[in-house]
């Protein structure tokens, strides 16, 4: 899944032109201090001579010494002028510098299987790498697993063990569902009630009354609870709603890229898809399939995807009472 963001902007290797407010700016990757105060002395020098702009240093200038970075901003300066200068002479449409296009890929869980798999060929690198790392800034964790993963010859057991240790420990993990779009949804925190890589099982309790419970219409009343059950690597997570006695309302099943845990929260990506039932009701129901169908046809859910979706839908049609229960009567189990 991918989204383009395209900027209009003059750039060199080292830095850019923005429009904006005259400020200094800095790639996220530029993290020593020394450096970030030698570029910003050089940015603050010629920014007020730019109106309407700002100047953002690109995560290579980090290397740039004084003297080269006073060059790269006075080539960029230079260009802009270029830019300006011609497009008042121009005709529309007329190409007046080769700007950016910038690709942000959403990964889902097989795919960081895949370049954990590339990394490993370099460095050792756990299952799961590029998965922990999703969320996480410090990771000095991962770097002393990995420090000892290269005494290790049994990669696979290694990995497995380490995923249990981190998962057994947790007593409330976050759920962020990330949207085809890319907008990031922090469903809240929730209480584990068994957290294994073969069995999630989680409750959350849902903000007051008022409102309706997802896809199902009923009302949200004081004291209703989500249960939550999956596994990872499963495509689908299954939410049963229940009131204060734990009575069940109805059942939600959201469709999504395999599931993952990064160490304090399950991820995935959400295919805008989903199944419902109400408790009482014989049958389920597909809801948002107008919204999943429109991500297909601008390729963000890929075609290849859809094959595997459209036979998850029918699955958790017929299924959909069956994994309700069974999630349901794991959770009043493990509550006692």
């Not at 002395?41 to 920014?47: D, E, F, I, R, S």
């Not at 839908?313 to 994994?323: C, F, N």
């Amino acid at each position: 899944m991918s989204w383009l963001l395209c900027l209009a902007l003059v750039d060199t290797e080292y830095v850019s032109i923005v429009p904006g407010s005259g400020t200094v700016l800095f790639s996220r990757h530029i993290k020593d201090y020394e450096a970030k105060q030698a570029l910003l002395k050089v940015g603050l020098k010629y920014v007020g001579r730019l109106s309407g702009y700002s100047i953002k240093w690109r995560s290579s200038a980090q290397f740039l010494d004084e003297d080269k970075a006073v060059k790269e901003i006075e080539r960029a300066i230079n260009m802009l002028n270029e830019v300006e200068s011609a497009s008042k002479s121009s005709t529309p449409y007329t190409v007046l510098q080769d700007g950016e296009c910038i690709v942000e890929v959403m990964l889902n869980g097989r795919a960081k299987l895949l370049l954990d798999n590339v990394r490993n060929n370099v460095m050792p690198t756990i299952i799961g790498h590029h998965t922990y790392k999703t969320l996480k800034r410090n990771t000095a964790l991962l770097d002393l697993v990995e420090a000892l993963l290269s005494r290790c010859s049994d990669r696979a057991g290694f990995s497995a063990e380490f995923m249990r240790q981190l998962m057994s420990r947790k007593y409330r993990v976050g759920i962020v569902h990330i949207k085809p779009s890319g907008e990031v949804l922090r469903l809240g925190s929730a209480d584990v009630l068994k957290l294994d890589p073969n069995d999630i099982v989680l409750m959350r309790r849902l903000r007051g009354g008022g409102g309706y419970l997802d896809g199902l219409g009923l009302p949200k009343e004081e004291g209703d609870m989500a249960i939550s059950c999956s596994s990872i690597g499963n495509e689908y997570l299954t939410h049963v709603y229940v009131d204060h006695a734990w009575r069940p309302k109805g059942i939600y099943i959201n469709i999504n890229t395999p599931i993952e845990f990064t160490g304090s929260n399950i991820l995935y990506i959400d295919l805008a898809v989903d199944v419902v039932k109400r408790w009482d009701s014989s049958e389920a129901k597909v809801v948002d399939y107008d919204e999943y169908m429109s991500y297909v046809s601008m390729d963000v859910i890929p075609s290849r995807l859809r094959v595997r979706v459209e036979k998850l839908i029918s699955d958790l049609l017929a299924s959909a009472h069956r994994l309700g229960e069974e999630c349901l009567t794991k959770a009043r189990e493990l509550a006692e």
